[in-house]
């Protein structure tokens, strides 16, 4: 059946690592979106993706990128220049010209 | 600059009441609003929107209103149950020329009570 799989569900970082977040969709969405959830906030957009092989940055992209060389997928890595990762991450997809966004389980991320 | 405020971090209802659920929004050029739902370490699922051509939409217990002169929307749930215990978050479509972008409100925690 159609959804959106993110993997791992908790994922530990390092300090100076690059980790990458997979979210993967078969909904055939063209837009694809990750956002970022801290406790007592709202979602804050990261990236996202209307097509393939182009993305544009959202509001709070300093020290993450992304690739979006399939229509199924958009992984997002959290690179060694982002100084608070701790975070829920959370992907999302859409059709195109269409608001409604579905969201992945999420990924958790925890620094060691 | 919070363009879409919840400004009610929690509410705490009695099961088979009505919760009504609260979200303003600065940018009159929204076109479209909705309403999330999210379970703890869980992601968000689409529960209902609203296109700002109307003031009203209904889906069985929930009903969404919108005040455009006010900008704001609310969320009614009647009858409240257990189940209904989550964070909703509301979140409105970005003004033209950044299709498909959402911009949420910070959340409010629903409990409702048996």
């Known amino acids: 059946d159609g959804g959106i799989t993110q993997s791992p569900k908790y994922l530990f970082r390092k300090e100076g690592q690059n980790v990458t977040l997979s979210c993967e969709q078969n909904?055939?969405?063209?837009?694809m979106y990750w956002y970022r959830q801290d406790p007592g906030q709202g979602l804050r957009l990261i990236y996202y993706?209307?097509?393939?092989?182009?993305?544009q940055k959202g509001d709070i992209a300093e020290g993450y990128s992304v690739s979006r060389e399939k229509k199924e997928s958009f992984p997002l890595t959290v690179t060694s220049a982002q100084k608070n990762p701790t975070a829920f991450y959370l992907c999302?997809?859409?059709?195109?010209?269409?608001?409604?966004?579905?969201f992945g389980p999420g990924t958790r991320l925890l620094v060691l | 600059d919070q363009q879409v405020k919840q400004n009610s971090p929690s509410l705490s209802v009695q099961e088979g009441r009505i919760s009504i659920l609260n979200c303003d929004y600065t940018?009159?050029?929204?076109?479209?609003f909705l309403w999330y739902k999210k379970y703890p370490a869980e992601g968000p699922t689409f529960l209902i929107s609203?296109?700002?051509?109307?003031d009203k939409n209904e889906d069985g217990r929930f009903t969404v209103f919108l005040n455009k002169s006010a900008k704001h929307l609310s969320l009614h749930i009647v009858p409240s149950q257990p189940g209904d215990s989550a964070v909703y978050f509301c979140?409105?479509?970005?003004?033209?020329?950044?299709?498909?972008?959402?911009?949420f409100g910070q959340g409010t925690t629903l409990q409702v009570k048996p």
């Open positions: 999302a997809s859409s059709g195109s010209g269409k608001e409604t966004q579905y």
């Open positions: 909904l055939n969405h063209d837009a």
């Open positions: 993706s209307q097509i393939v092989n182009d993305f």
């Open positions: 940018n009159s050029m929204f076109d479209y």
């Open positions: 609203i296109s700002s051509i109307k």
């Open positions: 979140a409105a479509s970005a003004p033209p020329g950044n299709t498909g972008k959402l911009i």
